[in-house]
């Protein structure tokens, strides 16, 4: 007779994240069927439903929802041990699950990616982009290694190291490029465009133009920094957007790009990890490689601000 094994384990610990069996068989790299034929094994092995079955969705029982929970929390040791005996093998290598928030991940993940690859070639970087709160549960989780985000994120189980500071830049119509550059109370009497509520940038541009967490009514949302500006082109408003987003967003479209009066909005982009991760002292090589990446893309968009 089969027992329960850590398959058995990941398997639905996948299920019960995602709550659909078809992105759980693709989480796990199988099939849906044999994923069903996995669960339903576990299910006999324990002696008791984990799992309610319905047409669109599935729902875990009770007892399912405490098993999830403990598995998780085996997963996650499993996972240290593992991260453990790794980080006695000198340089960086095996898995590295890395969360990027989307305000930075289109300007920084893909040079990131190389980089990793070409200095340490044993790492199987897996990065995954989500909004803060999102990265900081999976974190806390044990369900990724580091994250790259606005720092402060003041989680106690969580170490913050900054890497870089970031200012953010106005980006107007074309047509506005002459004008004097607006102050930050003149911003909150224009139409500002910003991200959709989830998004750190959204509070900190709030923050900067002294708009309480309750905005004018003709504000404007997207879910993207492509699309804020895209709206901004076609002369629907102004917007924020951070510096290294500068030269893969305004070539884009008929906009103009200025830095706005000191004291200037910035943000701290830093890399978080768990204090309990094995691999914390080998993240220092990654760390390095990320703050130079980020110099960079901000140095290289620097020519297409106007004063």
Known sequence: MNSLSMKHLRYFESL????????AAEDCSI???????????????????????????????GLGEVFAERASEIL???DELADLARSTKGPLSGRLRIGVIPTVAPYLLPELMKSIAARYPLVDARPREAITQKLIEDLVDGKLDVAIVALPV????LEEVPLFEEEFVLVRPIEDAGKPVPSADMLKQMRLLLLEEGHCFREQALSFCNISSAPPRDLMEGSSLSTLVQMVGAGIGVTLIPRMAIDIEAHRA????SHLADPKP????????????????QFGQI????????????NCSEKLTSA
């Not at 003041?154 to 189980?157: A, G, I, V």
């Not at 008929?254 to 790009?257: E, K, L, R, W, Y």
């Open 16 to 23: 019960a994240r995602h709550r659909h069996f078809g992105r």
């Open 266 to 281: 910035t943000r701290t982009i830093g890399i978080v990890w768990r204090h309990s991760n094995p691999l914390a002292a």
């Open 31 to 61: 099939s849906q069927p044999a994923l069903s034929v996995q669960i339903k094994e576990l299910e006999e092995l324990i002696g008791a439903p984990l799992v309610e079955r319905g047409r669109r969705q599935i729902h875990l029982t």
């Open 76 to 78: 996650r040791s499993v």
């Open 154 to 157: 003041s989680e106690p189980s």
């Open 254 to 257: 008929n906009v103009a790009v």
């Open 287 to 298: 760390i390095e490689i990320i703050r130079d990446l980020g110099v960079n893309r901000q």
